[in-house]
């Protein structure tokens, strides 16, 4: 059975609200980059629904991102916003889910960057929620962000060396992503940009802090699925939902080789047809975990309940499970010269 993959980018803000780019633009830059759909999530309004459809074989899609001061959550697939309430996100989750759309918990472990909007962030606050689904398990703009210690090591990263400050999710959020989990809430992680491509001066120097292009070969999301996405909209709006509802999706640090042809299937005994991550399967002695890197030089690391449980420099690798558990893959880069980098993370598949 042929297994397709699709890269896209999510949590971009468009000139709508405070991105400076029009959708056109936007769908431009995703079209560059070779991405198949991209979602647009403005802060508290769905302006840009309008404009969803096709753009050069590109989906646009349009939700939102909920809350300003903190706990951001992003919402899919809605038809109305939903308005925001920061001092009570779970009353946020719970609308957005009375409305038949989907939940992404924003950048829950942002620390912002004192040359940024001086230094101001925007956390998860309030613990804990529940019946979301899912929460970025790493975010480009907001991890860059937090990693400058100094006005020099920002200037080096921005201008010479910008992959050095991606040094991998938030150790915080891999464990409250297992966490929930682990104790029965499916929890999907993605990768995502936050794209603004803020026109930004700092004394003498313009630029645009991050362009969408560039942004755009950053952190992706890339669905998994066994049939190929449709040339209809409708149809392409409901797989893209469907896919990232269930997990079946995977995010890749594009920036240090491109995530296609990753893939994580089981292989039950006595089954032919591979399962793919974000199923729930009964664990049984024999079951198979097959796992594809996109490069020859990669680091493979097989995660179960949160601990390391296995690891191979290999392209590809088999692992059998020897009990049930929650197994997810990260995939480590390995450059030249130099330490494996933190690439691609799948999500879980569950055998209990």
């Known amino acids: 059975m042929e297994i397709y993959t699709y890269p896209g980018n999510i949590h971009i803000h468009s000139h709508y609200s405070d991105g400076t780019g029009s959708v056109k633009e936007i769908a431009a830059a995703a079209v560059s980059a070779g991405l198949s759909y991209i979602i647009i999530t403005d802060h508290e309004n769905m302006d840009g629904r309008a404009e969803e459809g096709f753009i050069d074989g590109v989906a646009i899609l349009v ?76 975010n480009f703009s907001s991890h860059w962000r937090g990693c400058h210690p100094s006005l020099f090591r920002a200037l080096y990263w921005f201008f010479i060396n910008r992959k050095g400050a991606m040094t991998g999710p938030p150790a915080d959020g891999l464990k409250l992503w297992d966490c929930y989990n682990l104790n029965g809430q499916r929890v999907v992680g993605i990768g995502s940009s936050d794209a603004h491509a803020f026109r930004y001066r700092l004394g003498p ?60 299937t089981a292989l039950l005994p006595g089954e032919e047809e591979p399962r793919l991550m974000g199923e729930r399967l009964n664990y049984q002695p024999g079951t198979l975990l097959k796992i594809e890197a996109p490069a020859g030089r990669s680091l493979i690391r097989v995660i179960c309940n949160g601990r390391l449980v296995a690891a191979a420099y290999e392209k590809d690798f088999n692992f059998k499970p020897d009990k049930p558990g929650l197994y997810r893959v990260e995939v480590y880069h390995r450059p030249l010269l130099g330490k494996p980098r933190p690439w691609i993370y799948s999500n879980p598949i569950m055998l209990g």
């Open 63 to 138: 939700g939102m991102e909920i809350n300003r001061p903190h706990s951001h959550y992003l919402a899919l697939n809605l038809e109305s916003p939903v308005p925001s309430n920061a001092d009570n996100p779970q009353a946020v989750i719970d609308q957005v889910r009375q409305a038949g759309g989907l939940g992404f918990i924003a950048h829950p472990f942002e620390i912002g960057c004192r040359y940024v909007e001086k230094g101001t962030a925007y956390p998860w606050k309030y613990w804990p929620v529940f019946n979301f689904d899912g929460m970025e398990i790493w």
């Open 205 to 264: 120097i313009k630029t645009i802090l991050f362009d969408y292009e560039y942004l755009f070969g950053a952190i992706n999301t890339y669905l998994v699925l066994k049939e190929q996405l449709s040339t209809d909209f409708t149809k392409v709006k409901k797989q893209i939902y469907n896919t990232l509802q269930s997990g079946s999706c995977y995010l890749s640090y594009d920036s240090l080789n491109p995530g296609h042809g990753f893939q994580y």
